[in-house]
């Protein structure tokens, strides 16, 4: 992955119309989304989940998260911006969310 | 806890001498501490833990955690400032790490 470039600002546009609940930062740098909980419990049993997803695909999130909530921030450290392996790790903690 | 008024940044600076490793907020509103890992399952076996201490103690921190590093950050909703309670949290932790 390393000596690829990141994805374009469109690019990257295009991608998140298939998970419209993130967030594109300004300079195109990363994808974000806040998860909302009832509880601390919730919100860790949730992050608990997207570490193990991120240990299984080798991708690795940076998150936040505290009583009631969780927010994921996405990017390829590598290339220092956007991949399509970010949007897919979303989409798969979208699921986690929903099943 | 909703009573009282937060410690004075006066109070916090001496509760802080018992762990040093913490940082104290310019206002003193809250006290972080960033801790290093060797990868992402270390740092997030160290935040599981964390969580299990939070629910025991009924007092919870923000946690922001990634590829080899967590950052903790306490202080107390309620009053929206610092309480003796997060000082002994902050205590409770240093012991995870070390055990």
């Given at each position: ?47 608990e989940k997207i570490g193990e997803l991120a240990e299984r695909e080798g991708h690795h999130p940076d998150i936040c998260f505290g ?33």
């Amino acid at each position: 992955m390393g000596g690829i470039p990141p994805l374009t600002r469109y690019d990257a546009q295009q991608l998140l119309l298939q998970i419209p609940s993130w967030q594109l930062s300004d300079e195109a740098h990363d994808i974000r989304r806040r998860f909302e909980f009832r509880d601390f419990a919730e919100a860790m049993s949730f992050v608990e989940k997207i570490g193990e997803l991120a240990e299984r695909e080798g991708h690795h999130p940076d998150i936040c998260f505290g009583w009631g909530y969780a927010e994921i921030l996405l990017y390829s450290h590598k290339i220092d911006g956007l991949h399509e392996n970010d949007f897919i790790m979303a989409a798969k903690a979208e699921q986690l969310i929903t099943a």
